[in-house]
């Protein structure tokens, strides 16, 4: 642990001669406890983004309009300073630069995501947008001649608005629809691409777009959209994974994964209550979907609480949906990496008074908090925890087994006006040495991907919150792109393969 708070605390007269007693504090303690092992020959380390997040370009060349688009138009008092992503990075112009600076940090990968409106405009592949192809087509050959190897997320949050307007992940049309998107980026870029990723975060798709609305489409149907939407996009998923196991695998000879939020849930105490509460939330924000693809279901305490739940509420079945044993068999084992997405931990407490509200939060029936010693970051919900990284990897690998895990996202906010992120840099330490912690306790972890690469459009938060390694200026024409400090941290990594100074061959 290192001992941040001290310093705060330590307004008074002797400020100075304590501060550089604990400034020698911090470091022999923080020193202590890095990893300095070099990791794994074929380890990947990497940088990502995601479309609507960069590119910009949002009606441009033949693109058709997505929930996103529509979303921060139609109201546009849902975004932090009435922002939208009309342009932001300009990444749709400015690729080359993009892979310039990738190429610069010495990354082996780079993880991006396909606008699915920009190449299928109207969501069906009815309608192919060749400008849309070109622009990734282009991109993906700028990685490759940098040797750098690209990781594609076929959806990251936004969905045609063709599809939304008739109920988007609650309509069941779009298991088929995805699927049929899938098959043409397969077919189209499946030759230059290894690793798939089929969605980031369904959480977020789901119950931030279903339930509680704070996603696009800004739905509010707690307890019952979310459920259903997660329902159809596990199909998704797992008919897609079919897909590329039956016909384009040997040809391919690629992988088909799916990212989760994957935060750390600490028990408050040693009590049951508290243990089991930890582990519920560790079920119903990962589970939810880890469960059903490895094991085939819901994780049993979704469907035991839901049920129970529900029938307490007067509804004749539960609020979860049951797969059919034809859907179960279908989606038990369809993924070939689990990809996590680690940004902060929490405190989990049981909830005494069990809420009557329906929705996925409530169900979890869980009081969370962040302790008051854990550093703040320029996000109201992430607070510095690198040990959390560990602990959800060897919860993995206790809960799943030895499947291959694949950090898909892991970074720190900043003002987004900074240039000078020391706390980037000693995040990145901290959380990649106890990434090595974990692989020394037998976890089976192949990738480490740092989020962002450059500074993007937050969401709701706008361009509030900054976590890329590299700063944008948003208010140029060019969006000028300047290193941050953590990049020099970042390129040391890449060289040397390793989080510290001092490393050493395992
Ligand atoms: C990731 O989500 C996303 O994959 C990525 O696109 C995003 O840029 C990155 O994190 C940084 O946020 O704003 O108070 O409503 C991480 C999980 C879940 C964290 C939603 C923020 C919203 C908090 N996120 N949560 S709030």
């Not at 990354?107 to 109207?122: E, K, N």
């Not at 040990?387 to 987004?416: C, H, M, Q």
């Not at 240039?419 to 995040?427: A, F, G, L």
Request: charged residues 20%; aromatic residues 14%; glycine residues 6%.
């Amino acid at each position: 642990m290192c001992f941040f708070k001290i310093i705060v605390n330590t307004a008074t007269m002797f400020r100075q001669s304590i501060w550089v007693l604990c400034v020698l504090v911090i470091s022999a303690t923080c020193k202590q406890e890095l990893n300095n092992k070099r990791f794994p020959q074929g380890f990947l380390f990497g940088t990502a983004t995601s479309a609507y997040q960069i590119e910009g370009a949002w009606n441009e060349d033949g693109k058709g309009e997505s929930n996103w688009d529509v979303f921060v138009h139609r109201v546009p008092s849902v975004i932090k300073n009435n922002e939208t992503a009309d342009v932001a990075c300009d990444s749709y112009h400015k690729y080359k630069d993009d892979v310039a600076i990738l190429k610069d940090m010495g990354v082996d990968h780079y993880r991006f995501s396909i606008a699915w409106t920009r190449v299928l405009p109207t969501g069906f592949v009815n309608e192919v947008n060749q400008a849309g192809v070109t622009y990734y087509k282009n991109l993906i050959r700028e990685l490759k001649a940098n040797n750098i190897l690209p990781v594609v997320t076929m959806f990251h949050y936004d969905t045609p608005q063709t599809l939304e307007n008739i109920g988007g992940f609650t309509n069941e049309l779009i298991v088929d629809r995805f699927v049929e998107y899938a098959q043409f980026l397969f077919e189209t870029f499946g030759d230059e691409v290894q690793y798939w990723a089929t969605f980031n975060e369904p959480k977020q798709t789901c119950q931030g777009g279903y339930g509680i609305g704070t996603k696009a489409p800004g739905v509010l149907s707690p307890g019952i959209g979310e459920y259903l939407c997660a329902h159809n996009l596990i199909k998704a998923h797992a008919e897609v994974w079919h897909l590329y196991d039956k016909h384009y695998r040997h040809k391919q000879n690629g992988v088909v994964g799916i990212t989760m939020d994957s935060f750390w849930a600490e028990p408050n105490s040693d009590s049951q209550e508290d243990q089991d509460a930890a582990e519920r939330m560790r079920q119903f924000i990962y589970g939810w979907y880890a469960n059903a693809l490895v094991n085939g279901d819901y994780p049993e305490v979704m469907r035991k609480v839901i049920a129970e739940r529900s029938a307490a509420q007067g509804f004749k079945k539960s609020r979860l949906p049951q797969f059919t044993e034809k859907q179960l068999q279908r989606i038990k084992g369809a993924v070939d990496y689990l990809g996590v997405n680690y940004y902060t931990t929490y405190m989990v407490k049981n909830q005494g008074d069990v809420p009557v509200v329906s929705g996925w939060q409530e169900d979890m029936q869980v009081e969370t908090y962040q302790k008051d010693e854990w550093q703040r970051s320029s996000s109201a919900w992430l607070r510095v925890v690198p040990w959390g990284i560990r602990k959800l990897l060897n919860w993995l690998k206790t809960t799943y087994g030895d499947i291959p895990i694949f950090i898909t996202e892991n970074g720190v906010s900043d003002n987004a006006t900074t240039h000078d992120d020391q706390i980037r840099i000693d995040y990145y330490q901290q959380h990649i040495s106890n990434v090595r912690d974990a692989l020394d306790d037998g976890v089976n972890v192949f990738g480490y991907t740092a989020w962002s690469l450059m500074n993007n459009f937050e969401w709701i938060k706008g361009y509030t919150e900054g976590f890329g390694l590299y700063h944008v200026d948003f208010s140029s024409a060019n969006k000028t792109r300047t290193p941050k400090r953590s990049v020099e941290y970042f390129k040391k990594v890449l060289r040397t393969r390793c989080a510290t100074d001092d490393c050493v061959d395992a």
